[in-house]
Every structure is written in C-alpha cells, then in structure tokens.
C-alpha cells in the first residue's frame, strides 16, 4: 500500500499542533466569561465547528459544479469526501452547541434557526450520502451527487430565512445583544484571539481530514478499477 | 454513414468497450453479432446518441458523436429493447406523439403511410395494450420509419417473436434496406442475419473480433468461425 | 478524433419530411410543440388508466381521516391547524404521485423514446414538471372542499389557492428533478422524501404560513412576505431545475 505523500504527514503533524495549541489558549489564555462561567469555553470548539460544517458543504458543491462541467473523477471524490468530514463536523457542532444550551438556555434542544436550519443542512448531508449509496452505475452516482449538492446548497440559505421569519433564540454574539437573545455576551481582546486562531485551527484541521479521506478514496477507486481489470481478463 | 474509431466504453473501472473499430457504407446493412454481455447494446446506445463514449471517435450519419447528437437524432431511427411505446395510447396517438417531438407538420398521412407500411392500419385506434409482441414491435419500426430516417438501428427486433410475426418483420427490414436506409441491426439469429445483411460483424471481448461479407461467407462453418472468435 | 480516419461527407441532407429549423422563431414553435405533446400524451395516457390519479387521491383522504383522528380538534384550533395538515397531506401524496409518474416513463424505458427526439432535454422537463404539477394541483383543488367539509374551514378563497398553486409549483419542479434521480435508485420510494423534504423545507414553511393566514383572515402586510417566499423560491428552483436536469438524463 502506498504511504501517504510527505505533504500529507507534514499537514497532520500540523494540524495536530495548532489543534492542540488552540485547546491551550481555550483553556488556559481566554479568560473565563462573567455570566455563564466555565461552560462558554465550548464557543471556541462549537462555532469553529459549525463554520466548518458549512465550509465543506460549499467545497461540496464548487467540486460538483466542476465535476459537472469537466467529468473528471477527482472532483467527485473531493465532493463526496468533503460531505463526510463536513456531516462529522456538523454533528459535533450540534453536539457541542447542546451540551453549551442545557445550562444557559435550560434546554438541550430549540427550533431556532440556526439550530434548526443546521439540523436540515446535516439532514441533506445524509441523504447525499444515502443518494451516493443507493446508486450503482460510478458515472450516474458522481452526476446524481453533484446535482444534489447544488440543490441542497442552494436551499439552505433560503431555509434559514425562512426559519428567521418565524422564531428565534439563539445568541447574538457578533452583534448588539438584544432582550431575546439570552446567552449572548461581548467579547474581550483575549477572547477574539482564542476565537479567531481556533476558528483557524479548525479549518486546518478540515483541510487535512479532506485530504486524508481523498486519499481513501482515491486508493479506493484503485481498488475497483483494479479489481475490475481483474474479472474482466 | 456509421463508423467508430477506437471507440472506448468504461463503466467507472468497468471497461466493456475496448477500442471498437466498426464501419457500415451508405445503404449497407450491417448484421452485428456477439455473446450476451459483449457490448452490443452499449455500442448501439453509443450509436443512438443515448450515452456517451468514454474515449474514441463516433461518426453516425456523417456527423461526429457527441458533439452533433441533436442534429444526428434528426437522422436518426432506433427499434431498441423496450417498444418506447405508450400502452394507453393507440398505435395513431403514439405516432402523433413522436411526430410532433420530431417537429414534424402536417403529419397525418405520414402517419397512415407508415402504419399501411407495416401492416397496421386496421389497428390504428386500438391502444397499444392490445397489440401482441409482434404488433408492438411492428408500430415500434412504424414509430423509428415516421421522421425518414437515412440511418436506423436495431437491437435485437427478433426477440420474442413467433415465426409469423418474424416473417412480416423480415419484408418491413426488406422494405426498409430497399429504400437505401443505411442499418445496423443486432441479433443472435445467425440464419436471418446472412439472409438479411450485406455484412457480419462479431463483437466480442469489447472489440470486432471478426468482420466479413455476407456472400463470401459460408453459413455451415461459419458456426465454426463464431465459436472462435468468441473464445 | 484521431489523424488520420477516412472522412465521410459531413453534409447528409435533412430528410424532406422534417421541418427546416432554421430560425430562432422555429425552434420555438418546436419546443413549445414538444412540450405540448408531454404534457398531452400524460394526461391523456393517465386519463385512461386513471391509475395516478385515484391513487394519489385516495391517498390524500386517508392521509387527511388519520389526521382528523391524530390531532382531536375543537373549532378555533382547526383554522391554525388545517393549513398544517393542508400542506402535509400534500407533502406526502406528492411524493407518490412524483415517484409514480417517473418510474413509469423509467420502468417502461420510454424516457429513450424521449431523449432520441431531437428535442431539448429542459422540454423534457418543462413537459414532465407541469404534467405533475397538474396531478398535485387537482389533487389539492379536490382536497380544498374535502377540508371544508370534514373542518368545518371555509378552504374556498381565492388568496388560499394562489398560495396553493405558488406551492403546487415549486414542489413539482424540484421535486421533477430529484425523482428523476431516484427513480434509478435502490429503495426509490423512500429515497424521493428523504432527499426532497429537507430541500422543500422553506417552500411547506412560506405555503403553510401563507395559507394558514388566509385562513384566519391576517392582513396583507403579514401575508405579503411568505407569498414573496413562495415566488422566489418557485423563480430559484425552476431555474435550477431546469439547468440541471440535463446532468440528470443525459449519460
């Protein structure tokens, strides 16, 4: 089996480093929140998290607009590689995100609209996955994929207005805090740096679990094609 | 008026078309023959426009695939596996149908011309639910005829059919090569192909293992010659 | 190509019956002709077999009656509810009549019948889309006095069926091309909802806060946005429907 190219280890030796260094500034530079305490600290994970999340769905969906276009193979493994390590991040997000409302909010889940418009997002990241397993025929299942992305893409921002219209909850952090918005609180120069060099280490972090699962996934296609040859002789 | 060159089909990893170098003259009735799972259909669908090689050059009615398919489906008739028929509709409203996505004005004695043609005519009102194999695959040539057509392609029109029906579709391909229609037809009857065609071909191993004239072969050992270009 | 192939005549002559499509004004009778002749060829064709239509319909009472049994209702709760359960039902007997519409075209292998005319495939879609949003509509239009009745919900206003028509449409065109996706799928039934019900999430949200409103006489400004939601996402996904729907069909 091939070992994986030098690029690859010097970026999961990176990524390793900044994730850790980013979990030191989290836990020991960022100063510890007035009002709700020890438990703001999952911010620095939850929200670089959801960014992520949404990062690899654009990604996703760029890759199917190129493999529309070119028909090259690679674009669809960036796609289809870019919707599991985004679903993977999209749930910690949503796990993260729980485990910081039960204290502050009092409840573990709300139907506003980030919340729920993520929750759709992870939804149509399953059933691209599911779409991809229940075709057979490469070229068809790589089109199909690509076209569903785009639509799914598309829809999400539409699906949040949607949701804003109608409720809303959840914390304002960038903005004016309003009477609404419990949980909302201001951040400190400390505190953007933290934030700022996780939201960093998190898309790192993204990039090198893309690669990595490009690189299955191209050994994969080695495999089939490979297998293929091999039956066909 | 047909010819690929290197014509390369893969499935993803699957390759089943291996370079096909085949070439049928204007006018020329070619009969392609071959094993189950060869690549027959996938070469026809090539040929129909209805999928697209992976790597090769394509030229059908002197036109190059992909690049011209709307224009070549213009010149194009295609008898495939399934009829393409509507079962609730009747033979008349089903050629309406594909008169009118052909672009074709003023079609009605077009459509009585075909349908006299293949012998259907008396059935014209009756929906196509109520015709037996042989009538459907009769007003599925009627249908592939409509929009005159200079190249046609058959998959396998003998399947499934009594010997009567196989009869009346014996003079319809007769008619048709008689009108200089240039044909491609594929088909596991050894016996009609050499009765019918001007050529033989054997795709075998995604390539032409064997191409020959019909009159300089002898049917006897031809069996012979197939077994081994099979393999 | 390769060098080096013989070349044949490039220039075959049309055949005389065909039309010459020369102008640009041509082409457009043709297309429109086309997607005439999809739309007509399913109506007929479902017109006989009836076969669409009184599964779908049946569906959608059965749907409703669980409801009825699901949420006990007293009269004020009904006008909140009813456009909920409107729009459900809808959801769900959409889905059927989708899938069946296109797994017939797909089972039958007629859709080559289709793609070998030299027609564009977006007629393909427009023809397809619209027959389907004919079946979900009249499938609604005869729910609208069902509701009536069974909620005791005047249903009949005119503001209530453009929002039913603004929905009908963009659930048909997006849902046209995912299930000319699933149809080639394993478990094909169930693939259509999962990967259309997240999608048309803001399209159910606008219709039913659309209806719902109607319903309990809210003013135009409170209505005004979700019908501006149900345009522009009909005017969004028609649009992209329509341009995608080529990647689907053609191999």
Redesign the interface.
């Given at each position: 089996m091939e070992k994986p190219s030098t690029r690859l280890q010097i970026l999961n030796i990176v990524s390793a480093v900044l994730i850790l260094i980013a979990i030191g500034l989290v836990f020991f530079y960022a100063p510890e929140e007035l009002v709700m305490g020890q438990v703001q600290r999952i911010f620095y994970f939850h929200v670089p998290s959801a960014w992520v999340g949404f990062l690899a769905f654009f990604v996703t969906v760029v890759a199917g607009i190129m493999y529309?276009r070119s028909g090259e193979p690679f674009w669809d493994r960036v796609g289809h590689s870019s919707v599991e390590v985004g679903l993977l991040f999209t749930i910690s997000a949503g796990v993260a995100g729980s485990i910081w409302a039960r204290p502050i909010w009092n409840t573990w889940w709300t139907w506003d609209p980030r919340l729920t418009t993520y929750t759709?997002m992870a939804?149509?990241y399953?059933?691209y996955i599911?779409?991809r397993?229940?075709?057979e025929?490469p070229?068809?299942r790589a089109?199909?994929a690509?076209?569903?992305g785009?639509?799914?893409f598309?829809?999400v921002p539409?699906?949040y207005?949607?949701?804003m219209?109608?409720r809303t909850i959840h914390p304002v952090v960038f903005g004016s805090a309003s009477e609404n918005a419990k949980g909302t609180f201001s951040m400190t120069p400390p505190m953007a740096v933290t934030f700022f060099f996780s939201l960093f280490a998190f898309t790192v972090l993204y990039f090198c679990f893309l690669a990595n699962r490009l690189r299955l996934a191209r050994l994969q296609d080695r495999v089939e094609k490979l297998k293929a040859e091999l039956l066909a002789a | 008026?047909i010819?690929t060159?290197?014509l390369r089909k893969s499935f993803g990893p699957r390759p089943v078309l291996r370079g096909v170098d085949l070439?049928v003259a204007p006018g020329e009735c070619l009969a392609l023959m071959g094993p189950n799972g060869a690549g027959k259909t996938t070469l026809l669908?090539i040929l129909?426009?209805?999928?697209?090689p992976t790597s090769g050059?394509v030229?059908v009615?002197?036109?190059?695939l992909p690049a011209a398919a709307?224009?070549v489906?213009?010149?194009?008739g295609?008898v495939?596996?399934?009829?393409?028929?509507?079962?609730?509709?009747s033979a008349e409203?089903n050629l309406q149908?594909?008169a009118?996505?052909?672009?074709?004005?003023g079609?009605g004695p077009?459509i009585a011309a075909v349908l006299e043609q293949v012998g259907l005519d008396r059935r014209r009102r009756d929906?196509v639910r109520t015709f037996s194999r042989g009538m459907q695959q009769r007003l599925a040539i009627a249908?592939a005829l409509?929009?005159?057509?200079?190249v046609m392609l058959f998959d396998e029109p003998y399947t499934g059919l009594d010997p009567q029906a196989a009869e009346v579709l014996d003079g319809v391909l007769r008619d048709a090569r008689q009108t200089g229609r240039t044909m491609l037809i594929t088909t596991h009857d050894l016996s009609r192909a050499l009765a019918l065609a001007d050529r033989v071909a054997i795709l075998a191993h995604g390539v032409i293992a064997f191409a020959a004239g019909c009159r300089e072969l002898d049917p006897r050992s031809f069996a012979e010659t197939y077994a081994n270009a099979v393999g | 190509?390769?060098s080096g192939?013989?070349v044949?005549?490039?220039?075959?002559p049309?055949?005389?019956?065909?039309?010459q499509?020369a102008g640009p004004a041509d082409r457009l009778r043709?297309y429109l002709?086309?997607v005439?002749?999809?739309l007509?060829?399913d109506l007929?064709?479902?017109l006989?077999?009836k076969e669409l239509l009184s599964s779908m319909l049946v569906f959608a009472l059965l749907v409703i009656l669980i409801f009825n049994f699901a949420l006990e209702l007293d009269r004020s709760a009904r006008e909140d509810v009813a456009a909920g359960v409107l729009w459900v039902t809808t959801a769900f007997t959409g889905t059927l009549g989708l899938n069946r519409s296109l797994s017939q075209e797909k089972d039958?292998?007629?859709l080559?019948?289709?793609?070998?005319?030299?027609?564009d495939r977006s007629a393909l879609f427009f023809g397809k889309a619209l027959g389907n949003l004919l079946f979900i509509f009249v499938i609604q239009l005869i729910m609208l006095p069902v509701f009536t009745v069974l909620f005791d919900v005047s249903m009949l206003q005119p503001l209530l069926l453009l929002a039913v028509l603004l929905g009908s449409i963009g659930y048909a065109a997006?849902g046209t091309?995912?299930a000319s996706?699933?149809v080639?799928?394993?478990?094909?039934d169930v693939?259509l909802p999962?990967?259309l019900?997240?999608?048309a999430?803001?399209l159910l949200?606008?219709a039913v806060?659309a209806s719902s409103g109607v319903l309990t006489a809210a003013a135009w400004s409170d209505l005004s946005?979700w019908f501006n939601?149900l345009l522009?996402?009909d005017v969004?996904?028609v649009a992209?429907?329509f341009m995608?729907f080529e990647?689907?069909v053609?191999?």
């Open positions: 529309l759709i939804l149509i399953i059933a599911m779409l397993q229940g075709i025929d070229d068809r089109r199909f690509a076209v569903y785009i639509v799914g598309i829809s539409i699906t207005f949607s949701i219209w109608w | 008026m010819q060159v290197g070439e669908r129909a426009t209805l999928s697209k050059g030229r009615a002197g036109l190059p709307a224009a489906r213009q010149r194009l295609v495939a596996h399934h009829t393409l028929l509507y079962s609730d509709l409203e149908f594909y009118r996505l052909y672009g074709l004005t079609a077009r929906l249908r409509l929009h005159d057509p200079q | 190509m390769p192939s013989p044949l005549e490039a220039d075959v049309a055949p005389a019956v065909a039309p499509l043709h002709r086309a005439g002749a999809l007509w060829k007929a064709a479902e006989r077999s039958r292998g007629s080559d019948g289709l793609l070998l005319a030299p027609v997006v091309l995912l996706m699933t080639h799928s394993r478990s094909r693939m999962i990967l019900f997240p999608v999430v803001p949200i606008a806060r946005p939601l522009v996402y969004i996904f992209v429907a995608l990647y689907v053609e191999e």
